[in-house]
């Protein structure tokens, strides 16, 4: 039966062909087996291996991380104790430079009250050679003044006024002062040398010369001489001795007392 | 309409079997997706390459879709379910080669399918639990529903192929009416039509497939569960 014969029939395209569905069943049964040797199997296999090396890679890198965490936190506790150890020896470390801090500001300190004495010192002495300078100069000033003063109202009558000084004086020397002048006197044979600033008159001389003779007991000639310079008074000069008492030394007897200090 | 292809014609007589064109082509294919498989299986490496890659994603896919709809079945499923959409995809698609038409425009091959997936509801059901207690639960909840569970069973058998039939069959009798009422060219989209056509058909074919051996194989651990429970108490 043809296609038309079969369409004039009504059995056509819903026709079942027994052969066919039977080809059909064991076909497909033989892909089915086909497919399952020749390609799940194989793919699935590889899959297999791929998920287990997955898997094997996934425990190898759980087992690093374990290892890497284990790692860290030990490297964590060190680093902790590093902090605590750096804390410690910060702390020690502070501790010294306090204890060295303080040795250094005694130090400083002591070398300070050290400077302090010096510069007290120092000062005091400044203080000191001031105040020296100042007596010098006061007295120097003082001679200068005395100096001026005396020469303008020195005079004859100041000068015999001297000369009585002097002659009481001489006359009230220790015993022993006045035998030490008289041996020295007496053993010189040079003239006695009477300066004065002005010329003495007779009786000053004739007082002078007995003092002198009774007192000191010298035998040689009086000689008399005028300086201006010594401003008012006398002086004698017996041998090496020299008997002042005049305005001039006197007031030099300040000056060199102004050089002494 | 012989000439046309639509019904499939003997191609030649092997004693008593009838060699269609159906059978023809589905040798054809069965050849392609051995060459295939044995093409890409022939130097599978842990670092794929692309091709490698996207049969790597086909059969992790199947894997996904088994083991979502029966968790704990994917090795036994797969090379039923899995040769089910790769075999429909193909076949589907064959025809839109030019003088080739898809096995499925046949009732008797999409009959020899369904029957293929009643049959491995029941292995598949009886395998997993045994010949007594899976067909105990035709009797469940109530032995008056046993009647309507064998309608059933026959029924989404025979609705499953003559789904796959009717639309595989329609979509090139309406490339055909195209062709000869609109002339060249006009059909193009009623091609592009059958592409997602025989994708969805396939799909739907080997999802039900699924759903059915995956209810048949749960129903029985479902049922061995409730037996557990009612022993422990």
Avoid: C
């Amino acid at each position: 039966m043809n296609t038309a014969e079969k369409a004039r029939t009504g059995d056509t395209i819903l026709e079942l062909n027994w052969s066919t569905f039977i080809l059909e069943i064991i076909n497909f049964l033989i892909l089915i087996w086909i497919l399952k040797h020749f390609f799940y199997k194989p793919v699935l296999d590889v899959i297999a291996r791929r998920r287990a090396g997955i898997e094997k890679n996934m425990e190898d890198a759980q087992s690093l991380h374990s290892e890497a965490k284990a790692l860290q936190k030990q490297y964590e506790n060190r680093l902790a104790e590093w902090d605590h150890e750096r804390q410690a020896a910060r702390e020690a470390l502070d501790k010294e430079i306090q204890v060295e801090r303080e040795r250094q500001m005694s130090v400083l300190q002591a070398t300070l009250e050290e400077e302090r004495g010096k510069n007290r010192f120092v000062a005091q002495r400044q203080l000191e050679a001031s105040r020296l300078h100042s007596e010098k100069e006061a007295l120097m000033q003082g001679a200068q003044f005395a100096t001026k003063l005396l020469s303008a109202v020195s005079g004859p009558e100041l000068e015999k006024r001297l000369i009585d000084l002097f002659l009481d004086e001489l006359s009230s020397l220790p015993t022993e002062q006045l035998s030490k002048l008289q041996d020295t006197a007496g053993k010189s044979s040079n003239n006695i040398l009477v300066t004065s600033a002005h010329p003495l008159d007779s009786n000053n001389r004739q007082s002078l010369e007995r003092i002198l003779h009774e007192t000191i007991a010298v035998s040689g000639p009086v000689l008399y001489e005028q300086d201006k310079a010594l401003l008012a008074g006398i002086r004698i000069s017996i041998g090496a001795w020299i008997l002042r008492a005049n305005l001039l030394d006197e007031l030099k007897g300040f000056t060199d007392f102004a050089h002494e200090i | 309409m012989e000439n046309s292809g639509i019904i499939a014609g003997i191609v030649f007589q092997l004693g008593p079997l009838q060699v269609t064109n159906t059978v023809v082509t589905t040798w054809v294919i069965m050849g392609v997706i051995a060459v295939l498989g044995w093409l890409i299986t022939r130097h599978l490496r842990m670092e794929p390459g692309p091709v490698q890659t996207a049969a790597e994603g086909v059969i992790s896919a199947i894997e996904e879709s088994i083991d979502a709809v029966a968790p704990g079945h994917m090795g036994h499923l797969l090379p039923f379910i899995g040769t089910l959409w790769l075999f429909l995809i193909i076949a589907n698609l064959s025809g839109l080669i030019p003088g080739v038409h898809s096995p499925t425009r046949d009732l008797s091959a999409t009959l020899a399918l369904a029957i293929l997936v009643f049959l491995s509801v029941h292995w598949f059901g009886i395998r997993t639990q045994g010949v007594k207690a899976y067909l105990h639960h035709y009797l469940r909840p109530s032995p008056i529903m046993l009647p309507f569970h064998i309608i059933s069973e026959v029924t989404r058998t025979i609705a499953l192929a003559v789904r796959l039939f009717g639309n595989i069959m329609s979509l090139e009798m309406t490339a055909l009416l195209i062709l000869l009422v609109a002339g060249f060219l006009a059909p193009i989209p009623i091609l592009m039509l059958h592409i997602i056509e025989a994708l969805v058909q396939a799909y739907i074919f080997g999802m039900l497939a699924l759903i059915y051996v995956a209810g048949s194989v749960q129903s029985q651990q479902l049922t061995q569960q409730k037996h557990n429970e009612q022993i422990k108490e």
